[in-house]
Structure formats: C-alpha cells, structure tokens
C-alpha cells in the first residue's frame, strides 16, 4: 500500500491528480502540500498548509511518489522573479528534500517545448529544470512534458482559452510530428502520472511526452473464470504430487557427542 505527496496541488494539474489518488486503491495516505486549504476532502487527504520559502525537511515525510505540479505564468507571477520562484526554485529545493527523506520517486510536470536553450523565456526556465533536476541524481526521476492543459480552471486565462479554441480546429491537420502540439486534459495527464508511478519504466530519469501521456490508462486485469466448468475442474486444482526423500537420516544429540 502506497503513501503520495502532491506539491501544488491546487491547481488545474493538481487538483484532478489529488482527487484520482485519493480514489486509487493502491495508496492509503495521500498528502496536499498547499499555500491555500483546498476544497476537495476525503478521508485519505492530509493537507499541509506551508510557505514554500520556508519549506523545511520535516514538512517532507516519506513517501513511495513525490508529485510536483507547481507552475504559473509571467502574468499571474506579475514578474519574471516571481515566475522563476514557483516554477524554478521551489520544484528544486522541493526534489531536494525528497532526496533526503529517500523518496523513491518523483515526478515533475514541465512544458512540451522545456529546452534550456530555447530562445522562448519560458521554455528555457522549464528546460533548465529539467536539467538541473537530472544532475541533482533522484533515484527515480519522471519528467511529465504536456502539450496546452485544458479543463476547468478557477481562474480565467485569456490565452490559454483563445490556443484551446485554435488547436480545437486545428485538431484533425495535427497529425504526425505535429500531433505533439494536440491539448491534453488536465484529469488525463494526472491518471497518466498514476500510471507512470505504478507501471512506468524503472530507470533514473524517463520524459514522457504529450502523445504518450495522452495515452497511457491502466492496464486492463483480466476477469478470473468462475464458470461452473472450471470450478469444478479437479484437474486444474490437484496439487502436486509429494516427492519423499527416503534417504534422509536424523541424527541424535547423543551420537554426536559420542
């Protein structure tokens, strides 16, 4: 039974993947490392109410997954320091920490075009994440690259509305190396990330990119036959037969001390 940290999980990321961990059978104890109290409740949430500049290595308890969707926009920042804070800084110190409490996992959300040498700002912060996040040396390191996240957000973004509307239309010409750029919804990039952590590759560091994320679900278990037939099929539950070593001597206390 599997314990999970989800660091932003107040978001549109976040939230979907709180509610689907807390709803999984595989993990008993989930816990939302927030900067505001959450709306969403279950009996399996423990939600942790911490200022991420003062983020100490006790507020980290171990856990089998360390989930990071913590990101913004320059906009919502109100600067580029801001920014770099919250989808820099914090995603860092945060792996860090984990790698102290000996969380075997951790996963991170970053952006389909994260390069450190993009010439876009954005992309370039999300690339040197990246990378920095690779030279820190996590035991298991799984880097979530979404195309344009849609779903319900609680506030109002311009952009991401006007792109969601064009790639929409856009949806049925992007095909092939252009399929990369299709909108993901949010709820199926956070069961993707389950997914990862539950049946992922098991190697140091693995990107998975939007196309892939959009098509990662659970594996499908096949339903066991409990047909009359094969209850009663004596056969299929014989046990084996017993092999007796006949040659097997015991020895007694008293003839070997002899």
Not at 37 to 61: C, G, M, N, S, W
Not at 102 to 112: A, E, K, Q, R, Y
Not at 114 to 128: D, I, L
Request: net charge neutral; charged share 30%.
């Amino acid at each position: 039974m599997r314990a999970a940290i989800v660091v932003g999980a107040t978001g549109l990321t976040g939230t979907a993947l709180v509610e689907q961990l807390c709803e999984n059978d595989e993990y008993v104890s989930v816990t939302a490392i927030v900067r505001t109290k959450p709306a969403f409740t279950h009996p399996k949430l423990e939600v942790k109410i911490r200022d991420f500049e003062r983020l100490e290595e006790q507020d980290i308890e171990f856990a089998h997954e360390l989930y990071c969707c913590l990101g913004t926009t320059i906009k919502n920042a109100g600067s580029r320091e801001i920014f770099e804070k919250v989808d820099f800084e914090y995603p860092l110190a945060i792996a860090s920490l984990a790698k102290k409490r000996g969380i075997p996992h951790f996963l991170v959300i970053t952006s389909m075009g994260a390069n450190e040498h993009s010439p876009f700002y954005y992309n370039r912060v999300k690339g040197k994440l990246e990378q920095d996040l690779i030279e820190l040396g996590l035991q298991r390191l799984s880097i979530i690259r979404p195309s344009l996240l849609v779903g319900q957000r609680q506030e109002f973004r311009l952009g991401e509305k006007v792109g969601e509307k064009i790639l929409k239309l856009a949806k049925p010409f992007l095909v092939g190396p252009f399929k990369a750029a299709r909108a993901i919804e949010a709820s199926q990039v956070a069961k993707a990330m389950i997914v990862i952590a539950l049946y992922g590759k098991h190697q140091p560091v693995t990107i998975y990119k939007s196309p892939e994320l959009a098509a990662l679900d659970y594996p499908e278990i096949p339903e066991e036959d409990t047909s009359r037939e094969t209850l009663f099929n004596w056969d299929k539950h014989k046990l084996a037969d017993t092999v007796v070593d006949k040659e097997v001597h015991f020895h007694r206390q008293d003839q070997e001390q002899k």
